[in-house]
């Protein structure tokens, strides 16, 4: 069950760097991050890649999933913030490196 937790922590955070990293939204962007995501919940829905992968899904255990989730969004997401207002201000910034 922990690694479930923490596949789905990983999973969510991952999600959302790669939806910091795809700024300016196009629709295939969106399109990628939507099936990756939507890739993630058929491996923890189907009976066959949940045992495979031996994922176990426990509902209260699920809750930690959305709380730690969110966390880690909002860590990269003011990482993120925080990193394009250095780049914006230094004057040393090189384009393209």
């Given at each position: 069950?922990?690694?479930?937790?923490?596949?789905?922590?990983v999973m969510m955070v991952g999600i959302w760097v790669l939806f910091c990293l795809a700024r300016p939204l196009r629709l295939w962007k969106a399109a990628l991050i939507v099936s990756l995501?939507?890739?993630?919940?058929?491996?923890?829905?189907?009976?066959?890649?949940?045992?495979?992968?031996?994922?176990?899904?426990?509902?209260?255990?699920?809750?930690?999933?959305?709380?730690?989730?969110?966390?880690?969004?909002?860590?990269?997401?003011?990482?993120?913030?925080?990193?394009?207002?250095?780049?914006?201000?230094?004057?040393?910034?090189?384009?393209?490196?």
């Open positions: 069950m922990a690694s479930t937790v923490a596949s789905s922590v995501g939507a890739v993630f919940i058929g491996l923890l829905i189907i009976p066959v890649t949940r045992a495979f992968l031996q994922l176990a899904i426990q509902f209260p255990a699920m809750f930690w999933v959305l709380g730690f989730g969110a966390a880690g969004a909002v860590s990269v997401e003011l990482l993120w913030q925080r990193d394009q207002r250095v780049r914006a201000n230094d004057p040393r910034r090189v384009i393209g490196g």
